[in-house]
């Protein structure tokens, strides 16, 4: 028996390139959801679904758990940059929408500083490049009287201070930490989110 094809009514759209992109996106967010809610042990299945795609979609655009740490992060450190270049951007509000990221994929920071990450021996030379990304685009905003402006490593030196602040198990636990670090470096931290712009 031939099976007829589904009428135009019933057949999904092929977005091709605009679904990938879409996949994508939708995975890394969920991943940072995942990772931030369960740790880094939560099964990349558990990304799928909240990703709304299937398991072969998933390894389609990473083929392990690290690439998927990997795009996090790289995703973390674009809109870092792109709250840096926006008009009106403080050093204020560029720490809030890194403080956002910190309390967020504070699993990943820890997983890409590892020696090797999921066998990957690049990894470190990675966090250091994601990392000199992250001190230019605060670098760019922070004032000469900024208590950051200090020598040249103290400002990723706080941020690294930071991050090991922010524990907890609660988003709610993570901010309150961070912010609590922040405070004890005398350093004002703008609202606390995404980079939306």
């Known amino acids: 028996m031939t099976q007829q094809p589904l009428s135009d009514e019933r057949r999904p759209a092929n977005d091709g390139p605009k679904a990938a992109a879409r996949n994508r996106a939708a995975l890394v967010r969920a991943a940072r959801e ?6 880094l042990d939560a099964p990349l299945s558990a990304i799928a679904r909240r990703a709304g795609v299937g398991q ?3 390894y389609r655009h990473f083929p392990d758990r690290a690439a998927v740490a990997i795009a ?10 792109r709250a840096a270049a926006a008009d009106g951007a403080d050093i204020a509000r560029v720490l809030g929408v890194l403080t956002w990221h910190q309390t967020e994929s504070a699993a990943f920071v820890r997983v890409l500083h590892a020696d090797g ?4 021996t690049d990894a470190p030379a ?16 922070l004032p000469d009287a900024h208590p950051l402006a200090g020598r040249a490593e103290d400002l990723m030196i706080a941020v690294g201070m930071v991050s090991g602040a922010v524990t907890g198990t609660t988003r709610e636990q993570r901010e309150r930490r961070a912010l609590a670090a922040w405070r004890l ?3 004002e931290v703008g609202p606390v989110r995404p980079f939306d712009g």
């Open 126 to 141: 990675y966090a250091r490049a994601l990392s000199r990304r992250v001190e230019l685009a605060l670098r760019g905003h």
């Open 117 to 120: 990450p999921g066998g990957r």
């Open 34 to 39: 995942i990772y931030a809610e369960h740790g």
């Open 72 to 81: 996090v992060l790289e995703e973390n450190v674009r809109q870092i940059e």
């Open 185 to 187: 470096l005398g350093v």
């Open 56 to 58: 072969g979609v998933l």
